[in-house]
Every structure is written in C-alpha cells, then in structure tokens.
C-alpha cells in the first residue's frame, strides 16, 4: 500500500468536491447537525455512511469490532451521551452484518487474549438466546441468527442508558436494528419489536 496515494486521492477529492461548491468545507466547518447516530462494526468491507448513501454530516459514527454497546465502554457511552444530548439526534442505529469475524470468533472457543472480555459480551448474547440458537441445525444459520440477535440486545443496552431513556420520553428517539448482507449489498431492518421487549427488560433497567 502506497499511503501517499492517499493523500493524491485527497486532493482530488477536495477538488471534486470544489468543483460541486466552492463553499464545501466552509460550510462543513461551520458545525454538524446530524440526525442518526450509526453503531456499527470496525470490518473494513462494511461502511457507514457510503451503504446508506449518507454525506459528510448527516451521521455520527462509532465503530468497533461487532458493533458492541457494553454499558463499561467509555467510549461507546460517550458517543451515545454525546449524540443524545448535545446532537439531539432522533434515531439510533444499530447496523450489524452477515460474516462478522467478532461474532465467528465468539462461536469458537479459542483463546484470543484482549479479545476475550470484548468477545464474552457476544458469548453473552449466545448464553440468553440458547435454546433458540442451538435449535438451528445448519452452522451457518445460526451464525447469521446470531449476528441478527447481537445487534437485539445491542439495541436493548442501548435503550438502558439513562439519556436515551430521558430521549424517548421529551422527543421519542427512535432506536433501529438493522444487518447488512455483505452477500447482497442489502440492508436489512431487523424490525425488532421494541415495545415488546422493553415490557420483559423495564421494569429491571427503568430509570427516572
Ligand atoms: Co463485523
């Protein structure tokens, strides 16, 4: 890899984008106002803003191996924090994807050293959905079933956190599930049901 050929395709990007509107970056220095923060995963086939056809600032990002929402996770915590009461943003997405290497490795029992704690939150999302999991007689559908269930309970640590939970009672933030099929290029909205699941998980996560 030639990292200065990233820096000659930056300067026609920046022209690029010149050409459509002298005022471009101007404008983008002026602030960001997104309306979607997007969680998804660090695989570098799966992008964020390109497969929803999204510009520079209309989404805030965060990215990690399989798309996680672990509630010690400064990092996610923040971004969360951030998004919701300083963005205000309206809808949080969810975005796992079919062939997620965090949530294969979650299914293998090898050692993986740091990765482990990372990986058990996954294990974790396997132990509450076994019966259903392990009901699946092809591997590979289990795998995908399993990567459809990660991004569930994703969503429902989410709708845990104290400022989203304060979002939906002032303006209704809206939080979404949804997997990208690598195979076709298709998004996929979960549909989970989160009027559902949240009667099973409030009365235990409920804050004021
Ligand atoms: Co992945």
Redesign the pocket.
Known sequence: MDIQQIFRNNQEWVQEKLKMDEKYFENLSEGQNPDILYIG???SR?TAEELMGMKPGEVFVHRN???MVPNTDLSAMSVIDYAVVHLKVNHIVIC??Y?????KAAMQSEDLGILNPWLRNIRDVYRLHKDELNSIKEEEDRYKRLVELNVQEQCLNVIKTAEVQRGYRDRHITVHGWVWDMHTGKLIDLEIDFEKLLENVMEIYHLK
Not at 99 to 103: F, I, K, M, R
């Open positions: 995963c660090s695989d799966v191996i399989a798309n796992g994807h062939y997620c290497g965090g949530v």
